[in-house]
């Protein structure tokens, strides 16, 4: 029943439309993320995506073209996530050190969500060149971001003299993997994960190791 | 010119035969997963790698019966070769940590050789789920083994006490990314990488850090 007021209409205000589309677009794109990530990009189709949703396949073509934009976006969106990681910190005056273990503890969470996820166990591969080259592009950045971290740390002293470029790739690959093996029901918290891991990066797996350094490759 | 011995027949000896035939089709797969990591597993046809290797695509089907049969000997080879990685030093009477760093050092370098890094760019994604079981099954061995070393470390004090599920993964991610970012004509040999990698890996990248140890998160 009508009573005259503008709110009141069955039609919704234009803004409320497209904030209502985009939330959807994101609800589409999401639940595409976790089945990529649970049983692989190429065993899901956009039927298997529709029936997650419980809607149709031409429901989910109003908000993206192929399943080819949808890798895009998911991978697109869980890298900027990561890129959006250190941003927090950057510049507050705290040491390298503990900027680091900020970053870190965000990077290690956020591959272990959707997005993030399959920015790991799916990623840019399957794509065509030039979107691979875009995405490619946003990851050197989030390299950049921890390179440019561990060369202060290791100027300031807070960090142990090493190559910032050999440094910043073990820590993203061992907090990357975590994606591969992260298992919501697998006991450990993604929080107690990304610590420990943390912990062992930061201090190393050695302590206390019969020669206390790692000997030159025979 | 035939002079009557058997050495002399233009017909080779059935062993030798098979020698050849399996040498070759191992060129067939080094040659396809070298394209899968330069070019992306989707993106290269067995065309394409019929012409790297001047032949023509029947002949490339005398080898092998299709592209997924490819990936999936490539993966296996990598994994069987990440496998034996540990198997030189086990139980050879060295400190888990000394066994530990030999093994960690094979590790990084058959992950920058072509069936290694198939392993990490391509995996066992596009593959059929039974295939994709039977290299996972692969991939728990070798974790398996990691952990079983790493427990004997912490046991006799050579490691720090962790969770060695934990540390396990870290150390393969961290060695397993070298695949993802390493270039041969990058600059630096896999050698110098894999040995600056388990440096920080054992030894900890926060050395001299402000607090001496992570904090735990907020």
Known sequence: MQDGRDSESPWKASSDRQTEREAKRVAVLRTAARAFNETGYHNTSLDDIARRLNVTKPTIYYYVRNKEEILFECVRIGLEMLDEASNDVNGHGGSAYDELIVVMRKYAEIVTMDFGMCVIRVGEEPLTEESRRTLRSLKRGIDRKFRRLIERGIKEGSLAPCDPKIAAFTVAGALSWIARWYSPNGGLSAQ?????????????LGKGGPSGEVRPPA
Chains 1, 2 share one sequence.
């Open 192 to 204: 107690d994960i990304a610590a420990q891991c943390i912990d062992l990066l930061m201090n190393g």
